[in-house]
């Protein structure tokens, strides 16, 4: 090989280590001269590299949208919805012969059966006027209409309530104050799963109960003698029942209504809710519900601990809904209803058009957090917790460490027996071995992958891959020289030899590491299937690019070798 | 030039019976003990799985002063909570509490989604309750530094659902096999699927053993162990490769020769080459099993059994079974070919042909 090229291959090798070091450790500004002390490196390769939650501590949530549950109850609103718009079409009447029933389990669908003499086309009709029903298939069979959500709907519904439910639970977190939060699909999206990671938090337990705090927030009209008689109430369900005919119509609903004792309580707690030994009968659906909402907030009125109400404001939708309903029901009572319990009864002195409040007694903290989730929206349904890794800072710590110190010394392991071993040539495979460590990380920083615990595991067994590869190489050449070649021909046919091996035996694991990426979830599988691939692409440069390079200019230097230090 | 590898003449084929015999014993004490296991009432399960596989949590305590392992075990018992592990870190202040499923998830019928969140919610929570009866925890932020009166802080937390744990296993499983699958594609298509399937064999091989190991001496078996796992199949085949690259490289030049010779040569050719990659590789793990920490453990003991015996199975098993299989196919066809100019070509099985069309020979 001539000079030129020579030249050519080692400029090479320089700008691609060049870019790998200042990769590593070079800032992301312009560079001042504290990066190039101790101190300015170290800052830099931590400000670089980014470390998973398992090296640098944080929180791992694995959690579940009840998927099921959101479709049970859309169709139970669906059900209830096309009920009243049949009822309350006029011109012709239409008679009903039952109330809509919902299928239990797997199925949504609901139906609705028709009186005597009902026109099913005028009914179908006068749903589809009211209700949006475009994703359900209608059958019909006699006087009975069913409406049933195929299974593509099923998807695309459970993909929009995964979707929300992200979005959601990334503005709670955020407004919590959550640094650089992942939230992503765990699994096929219809699963229903969503990976959350919160580097630096290491006691979840408040951002978990923010999360899953439900804020279903409903305004609903009481069934009750109006104001000046007092709301009507009962003390138990089954005397709500029994004011009802025994059973419970499916446009009504019986909540406990939970009074609160007065502000009594010590700083700092919120009163002791007294047990809801009271029941009221609310019509159903509600009159506005949460999704309505624009703001809410956190309120005191004397600055008190436990002294906190949330005051909320109305879309200009619901506010026209909830104006025109409170004009109509002046003297009625109204609850506000949260996560389906009675928070307060009110009856409606004037026509309100868009704020409300919660009254109660709440603390700073609980106001703030109930005032957060409502405003961000009530989840599609409810989230359970399928996993939970945490990691404290210290722990993380120590893990690098240990991981840092294993590598460390088992790469000096490996370099003082290469040295050793093929004294001259060893030199080669360390400057192969240093820069393919160089140049995965360096690897990392540009894709910004994130280095885990079995990251730095793939990269020992990557360097593991790299020293195999000298190996073959060296001791190819050792054949070829035994086997009476001379010098520069036992380096060519060593390298082009080996070549073959370490190709077959790269290729090999980067298809089962790449398998392994995309089979491995989103779980500490893929950091090491990353590291690993990246270690091993750069191998390829490394291990033969480099280091033929290295021999060339030694056989170029000292054309009258006749001993090769191998 | 040091060379302690010169002129090995090993016959490791014919040895194969001893070798597979051992490997069988070997895989036969494994099975012996899963089933055992299994079998004795009220013994240990086959694997000792961890809480990633099976559900459950785990949690890491730093105490300012460590009580004994029985006080651990006896508050956490007092606290209801049956079964608890307790386990030093390499560091004296630290420890490692697991506990099992919570009862209400483990009943299979009774199993419902609450129950679940049960686990995730309250894993942390019963261990916690009974850690308190040692003192106060430092909590969010704080550490023991900066709350003098705390006697403990829980610094970590991994805590696993039942249908999570499941998922998990099928997803590693899968991905395992699916990368064997590649693994066997690609040998195929490169040399030969008598070699193909030698190879897989092998990795088969190691990874029956290295569970075998896991279940006799009952380490636990968690996500870790996947990753060492895949990686010893990578190794396992990496070896096998760099032994058929060198038959195949071999079986042109030495057509007098028989397969069961040049195969000899070409594992005494790269002998020396297995000997110090090897050699390295497991040094570089053993560095792990001793500096690597708890967290680790399970992955660097995988580790080192598992590349230990993907190295023997390669010399041990691949290799005679490829033989073995392209012998079985050179016989078959010479019966049916009778022309005797090619039977020797032919003897030498598919992978000689390829050999020859695609590498010039050299020497």
Request: no cysteine; proline share 4%; aromatic share 8%.
């Amino acid at each position: 090989m001539n000079r030129t090229a020579l030249w050519i291959r080692t400029g090479v090798i320089l700008a691609i280590t060049l870019v790998g070091v200042y990769l590593v450790f070079g800032p992301r500004r312009m560079p001042t001269s504290a990066d190039f002390t101790w101190e300015g490196i170290k800052a830099n390769l931590a400000e670089n590299i980014n470390l998973g939650l398992d090296l640098k501590g944080g929180s791992h949530l694995v959690m579940r949208v009840k998927l099921d549950d959101y479709l049970k109850t859309m169709t139970e609103n669906n059900a209830q919805a096309a009920l009243s718009a049949i009822n309350d079409h006029t011109d012709p009447k239409i008679p009903v012969a039952s109330n809509a029933t919902v299928a239990e389990n797997g199925n949504y669908n609901f139906s609705i059966t028709l009186g005597d003499g009902a026109d099913p086309d005028v009914a179908v009709e006068a749903v589809k006027k009211k209700v949006d029903l475009q994703t359900w298939n209608e059958t019909r069979s006699g006087s009975t209409i069913t409406w049933t959500l195929g299974a593509a709907a099923q998807n695309t519904l459970k993909v929009d309530a995964v979707n929300q439910a992200k979005k959601i639970i990334e503005s709670r977190i955020n407004t919590y104050g959550v640094k650089e939060p992942t939230i992503q699909n765990q699994g096929s999206p219809t699963s229903g799963q969503i990976l959350l990671q919160m580097p630096g938090v290491d006691d979840p337990e408040r951002v978990k109960a923010l999360i899953g705090a439900e804020s279903n927030l409903a305004l609903m009209k009481i069934v009750s003698a109006a104001n000046p008689a007092p709301v009507t109430t009962y003390p138990t369900i089954e005397a709500a029942k029994a004011s009802l005919g025994g059973t419970v119509p499916a446009n009504r609903k019986i909540l406990p209504y939970a009074e609160r004792d007065e502000p009594t309580a010590a700083a700092g707690q919120t009163p002791d809710q007294k047990a809801p030994t009271k029941y009221v009968v609310v019509e159903y659906p509600a009159v506005v519900d949460g999704s309505e909402l624009r703001n809410a907030e956190a309120v005191s009125r004397t600055g008190a601990q436990g002294d906190y109400q949330i005051t909320f404001q109305f879309k200009p939708s619901g506010a026209q809904k909830f104006g025109d309903w409170t004009g109509k029901n002046i003297n009625n009572y109204m609850a506000v209803v949260l996560n389906d319990e009675v928070k307060s009864a009110a009856f409606i002195k004037s026509q309100i058009f868009d704020s409300g409040e919660i009254s109660g007694k709440f603390t700073k903290e609980s106001a703030e957090d109930l005032a957060l989730t409502l405003k961000s929206g009530a989840l599609p349904a409810k989230i359970v917790y399928q996993e939970e890794r945490t990691v404290g800072p210290s722990l993380g710590a120590d893990s690098i460490r240990s991981g840092v110190e294993a590598s460390l010394g088992g790469l000096a392991l490996v370099i003082v027996f290469m040295l050793f071993y093929y004294r001259g040539s060893g030199v080669n495979a360390v400057v192969a071995l240093v820069l393919n460590m160089l140049l995965t990380v360096a690897a990392l920083v540009l894709i910004r992958s994130t280095l885990t615990l079995p990251g730095i595991a793939g990269l020992i067994l990557g360097i593991g891959m790299a020293v195999d590869s000298n190996v073959l190489i060296f001791e190819r050449i050792r054949e070829e020289l035994k086997a009476g070649f001379d010098i520069p021909t036992s380096i060519d046919l060593g390298f082009d030899r080996a070549f073959v091996t370490i190709i077959d035996t790269h290729i090999t694991t980067i298809i089962s590491s790449i398998i392994l990426y995309m089979a491995g979830g989103a779980g500490p599988i893929r950091g090491f299937a990353v590291t690993l691939i990246l270690g091993l692409l750069i191998n390829l440069f490394t291990a033969v690019f480099v280091s033929k390079t290295i021999f060339n200019w030694e056989m170029n230097l000292r054309p009258k070798m006749n001993r090769l230090s191998i | 030039m040091l060379n302690p590898f010169d002129n090995i003449h090993f016959d490791w084929l014919r040895r194969r019976r001893l070798f597979i015999g051992v490997s069988i014993a070997i895989m036969l004490a494994g099975l012996f003990s899963a089933v055992g296991r299994e079998l004795v009432p009220g013994g240990t399960d086959s694997f000792n799985m961890g809480v990633d596989f099976q559900g459950g949590t785990i949690v890491t305590a730093k105490f300012r002063n460590r009580p004994s392992d029985d006080d651990i075990r006896t508050a956490l018992n007092n606290a209801g909570v049956g079964d608890p592990v307790i386990q030093s870190t390499n560091k004296p202040d630290e420890v490692l509490i697991k506990i099992p499923l919570l009862e209400a998830e483990t009943n299979p019928n009774g199993a419902t989604e609450q129950d679940h969140t049960l686990q995730v919610q309250a894993g942390r929570e019963e261990v916690k309750k009974a850690l308190d009866t040692f003192g106060k925890a430092a909590e969010g932020d704080a550490t023991l530094d900066s709350t003098p009166d705390a006697a403990y802080k829980i610094i970590g937390t991994d805590s696993v659902g039942a249908i999570a744990g499941s998922q998990l296993r099928n997803q590693a499983v899968i991905a395992t096999l699916l990368g064997l699958v590649g693994i066997l594609v690609f040998i195929a298509f490169r040399y030969d699927w008598t070699y193909a399937a030698g190879a897989v064999i092998a990795v088969f091989h190691d990874v029956i053993m290295v569970l075998s190991f896991f279940s006799i001496f009952q380490w636990e078996v968690n996500l870790t162990v996947i990753a060492a796992i895949l990686t010893i199949v990578g190794f396992s085949v990496n070896d096998s490769i760099v032994i058929f690259d060198r038959v195949r490289e071999n079986v042109p030049l030495r057509r007098n020769d028989s397969l069961f010779e040049i195969t000899n040569d070409s594992i005494n050719q790269t002998l020396s080459r297995t000997v110090i990659t090897a050699g390295l590789v497991i040094l570089s793990v053993l560095a792990l099993v001793l500096f690597g920490g708890e967290v680790l453990r399970s992955f660097s003991l995988a580790l080192l059994v598992g590349l230990t015996l993907g190295t023997y199975s390669t010399i041990a098993i691949a290799s005679p079974i490829a033989i073995w299989w392209q012998a079985k196919l050179g016989d078959s066809k010479m019966k049916e070919a009778i022309a005797p100019a090619s039977t020797k070509g032919e003897k030498l099985a598919s992978s000689a042909r390829k050999s020859v069309t695609r590498r010039p020979v050299t020497r």
